[in-house]
């Protein structure tokens, strides 16, 4: 599986945007880029995706590079509710596939 | 959006004892779903797949015989820690996707399972 490299800790204020990288160099033209985050005692809940284009939803905006071998999840206004491990997962095309968690980025943030 | 219903939430059981998980998709239909299992701070590691209807297919390392798994209807998925020792101890998460080629994957609350 192609890995992912990410921060293991980052710190924002409340109200501030907050920029996540995530490190993809063996990504392959197929991969998608998923983001989920995990709150603590709770499972995982999806956040955003792309391939190659940037992609905005309600929670967050994700920046792809042009080269797709890093992307950005973007939060514009961080809450205390944003406080969670924010995972970076290359998720392959196709129907048939299986998600393997790294060890993400733990995002805390202040009041 | 789509929920997937874990229960229960938590669990204590007697070292030697089965507990059983169960995972349900409440408003979609999931022909695949997934197990995993947390350490306190570290990441989740997938133990198996199961498909609906067919046995599932276990993570290298996953003992099959201890980690029972059954996918017996299109909403529901069951994982049973068989003869539970303390080393068993942790949070089991499930997760589910439909069969239409979902982007995403539905996670469950997770269960935190403490053997005694």
């Known amino acids: 599986d192609a890995k992912t490299t990410q921060p293991n800790s980052m710190e924002s204020n409340e109200e501030e945007p907050v920029h996540l990288p995530c490190n993809h160099s063996?990504?392959?033209?197929?991969?998608?880029i998923h983001w989920y985050r995990q709150l603590p005692s709770q499972g995982p809940e999806y956040v955003i995706h792309?391939?190659?284009s940037n992609v905005n939803n309600r929670m967050a905006s994700l920046a792809i590079a042009e080269d797709r071998k890093s992307s950005t999840l973007i939060l514009h206004r961080a809450t205390l509710r944003d406080a969670a491990v924010y995972y970076c997962i290359l998720r392959p095309r196709g129907s048939n596939y299986k998600l393997t968690f790294g060890k993400g980025t733990l995002l805390t943030v202040n009041p | 959006g789509a929920v997937v219903s874990q229960h229960p939430s938590w669990v204590i059981c007697k070292s030697g004892t089965s507990v059983k998980i169960e995972c349900r998709s409440l408003d979609f239909q999931a022909t695949t779903m997934f197990w995993y299992r947390q350490f306190p701070k570290q990441s989740l590691m997938l133990m198996a797949t199961s498909n609906e209807g067919s046995k599932a297919t276990y993570e290298q390392g996953v003992e099959k015989d201890k980690f029972l798994i059954n996918h017996a209807s299109l909403t529901l998925s069951t994982l049973t820690v068989t003869s539970a020792h303390p080393e068993d101890s942790s949070f089991y998460i499930c997760?589910?996707?439909?069969?239409?080629?979902?982007?995403?994957?539905?996670f469950g609350s997770g269960t935190q399972l403490s053997v005694l």
């Open positions: 997760s589910a996707r439909t069969g239409s080629g979902n982007e995403k994957l539905f």
């Open positions: 063996t990504i392959s033209g197929t991969d998608y």
């Open positions: 792309g391939l190659t």
